[in-house]
């Protein structure tokens, strides 16, 4: 049986029911599942409830894509060539890395220090800050609603930052003890870079700057810290499953060496090699239904390591909980004539139920599918 969901007075979107949480709270809650790392320290053989027979099949780009824009944000102020890289990597990518971004290098070194040690300590140390059956936050898995689904080769640690008076301490490790400071202005950091990256896209977009940060102010930003471990199928498993982001603004860290992110244009995936120092940013969902689809979210995967562990850290960073999910109304006139809305309107609260309780299942397979018109 569907749950109907109205979005913006259209016909209800159906949810069915075996893509919902069993335990599902507000915004999700997942089935708990054997701790990856742990698995593998103790075995090199990997369950099959890990393998993708699917990657057999898969096309990777030889080149031909080339690599993902570039964009120095030190030069977004002071000139229109800039802005203008940056506007095409949001209409033709939706996956871009900047430099220059103002984040000290120091910060970046610290939180990954802070990162790599958590991930170090025993299993015993880091379920002390397990997640619980009914929400996201926490030290676990995301995303597992069967027991038949596949699963992902990778841990993680899920916090959300801010609305800070929201902030859920039980859920920020002590250990290092150094870990919440750092944690704390990491995010901070991060949160400029992005409001930055919305000026000057709103700049792009020919709307008053206010309009678009407005939405995000007192918004919701989450850390999602990742740890994948080795593994010697490293082809046959993923680290995260295809998908696209339900946020807003993503920007990601690699915090080692270990390569795995790929996109996935025009039906091949490309792999990316990250620039020392950069974010990754991506446009999430939110911001392709904001742009009325101008910008796109694209679909990406991380992949594992068959030698080495790989670790990164993505910052979310998604509109006020009270705002409504829908084409900006400037955005919906062009040449003074009024355009039509491509995506339907709802509430962020019921966004963020819905999309927290839908499996990764590539972009096709995310809540966008449902919002468009």
Known sequence: MAENINVGGCLPVPIFQQQLAPTAGEVGGYLPVPNVQELAAVSKDVSARYIRPERELEQVAAGEFGQIPVIDMSKLQVGDDELAKLHS???EWGFFQVINHGVAEQVITKMAEDVQHFFSLSLEEKMEYAQLSTGIEGYGQAFVFSEKQTLDWGDMLYINATPVHERKMRFWPRNPSSFRATLDQYAAELEKAARSLLISMSRNLEVEPEKLLNLFNDGEQSLRMNYYPPCEQASKVTGVAPHADGTGLTLLTRLNQAQGLQVRKEG?????????????????????IITN??????????????????????????????VMIEPMSDLLVKDQKKQAPNYKSISHRDYKKISRNMKLDGKDGGFITHMKI
């Open 89 to 91: 990597a949001c209409k």
């Open 268 to 288: 091949k995936w490309v792999p990316i090699d990250p620039l020392p120092g950069a974010f990754i940013v991506n446009i999430g969902d939110i911001l392709e």
């Open 293 to 322: 689809g101008e910008y796109k979210s694209i679909e990406h995967r991380a992949l594992v390591n068959d030698r080495n562990e790989r670790l990164s850290i993505a910052s979310f960073h998604d509109p006020n909980m009270d």
